[in-house]
């Protein structure tokens, strides 16, 4: 079963040219503002690609889906096609997906953000992932797993590490097959394709300058069979990049 990852794509979907296949996964950020009709249009253009699966969470950009959650709710009932995960999961032909938007942050005004010192939050969210969850969908990464600046714009980033601590610690106790997430864009790529533990991907679709690279920007996934079958013999899993190079 192939799946394709994109991520942060802040209402640039429309430029995003996707092959089609099994599982469709868009790790957030699709919106720029808390704009209802910047949704539609991202669940349109989404519910249309050609995948049998189409699944998606919210990043800290979507603050629609925090401040508003009846419109959106109402809004997702008109594209039943279409898979939203928010602290939830769904199984897809055996396998267990999880999703959640949450990110640490030093600062306010994040949706769906902790701050980044607050162990106790921290935990509170990550303890509700599935112990036999097989593909983990986050919007930020974990803890030094693509989770730094590499191309940075402006003089206020940092190239430290800003992925959660806390979410490392529960994706090495659950041990997920598969860890998907995007947000720091300059970060996106692969890592640990040959471990016998998960496999991170970072789909940030955008650069640091919220632009495309490439025409094309998506990362393929095969996996072979379920973590619960394979345990620590091996991740099980064949991964490649489509048309564009590993960023990274």
């Known amino acids: 079963m192939k799946v394709h990852c994109i991520s942060d794509t802040h209402t640039l979907h429309n430029e995003l040219e996707l092959p089609g296949g099994d599982i469709l996964i868009h790790s957030g950020d699709i919106m720029s503002k808390p704009d209802p009709s910047q949704l539609s249009s991202f669940l349109v253009w989404?519910?249309?690609?050609?995948y049998t699966t189409k699944i998606?969470?919210?990043?800290?950009?979507?603050h629609l889906f925090e401040e508003n959650p009846n419109l959106i709710n109402k809004?997702?009932?008109?594209?039943?096609?279409?898979?939203?995960?928010?602290?939830?999961?769904?199984?897809v032909d055996g396998i267990k997906i999880y999703g959640a938007p949450w990110i640490p942050s030093n600062r306010?005004?994040?949706a769906f953000s902790y701050?980044?010192?607050?162990?106790?939050?921290?935990?509170?969210?990550?303890?509700?992932?599935?112990?036999?969850?097989?593909?983990?969908?986050?919007?930020?990464?974990?803890?030094?797993?693509?989770?730094?600046?590499?191309?940075?714009?402006?003089?206020?980033?940092?190239?430290l590490n800003l992925g959660c601590p806390y979410l490392a610690n529960a994706i090495k106790?659950?041990?997920?097959?598969?860890?998907?997430c995007g947000h720091i864009h300059s970060s996106q790529g692969i890592l640990d394709i040959s471990e016998p533990t998960t496999t991170h991907i970072n789909a940030a679709s955008l650069g640091e300058?919220?632009?495309?690279?490439?025409?094309?920007?998506?990362?393929e996934?095969?996996?072979?069979?379920?973590?619960?079958?394979?345990?620590?013999?091996?991740?099980?899993?064949?991964?490649t990049i489509g048309k564009q190079e590993q960023a990274n």
């Open 46 to 50: 989404f519910s249309q690609q050609k």
């Open 56 to 62: 998606f969470i919210a990043g800290n950009h979507d």
């Open 75 to 91: 809004i997702l009932k008109l594209f039943p096609e279409v898979i939203y995960l928010q602290d939830t999961a769904v199984t």
């Open 108 to 110: 306010e005004g994040k």
């Open 115 to 159: 701050k980044r010192t607050n162990e106790a939050v921290a935990n509170y969210h990550w303890s509700k992932i599935p112990n036999d969850t097989d593909v983990l969908i986050t919007h930020g990464p974990a803890y030094n797993k693509l989770d730094r600046v590499m191309k940075p714009v402006r003089k206020d980033q940092t190239k």
């Open 173 to 180: 106790e659950v041990n997920p097959q598969l860890h998907i």
């Open 209 to 219: 300058d919220y632009q495309y690279s490439n025409k094309r920007r998506f990362i």
């Open 221 to 239: 996934w095969e996996i072979l069979k379920t973590t619960s079958e394979i345990g620590l013999q091996g991740n099980g899993i064949k991964l």
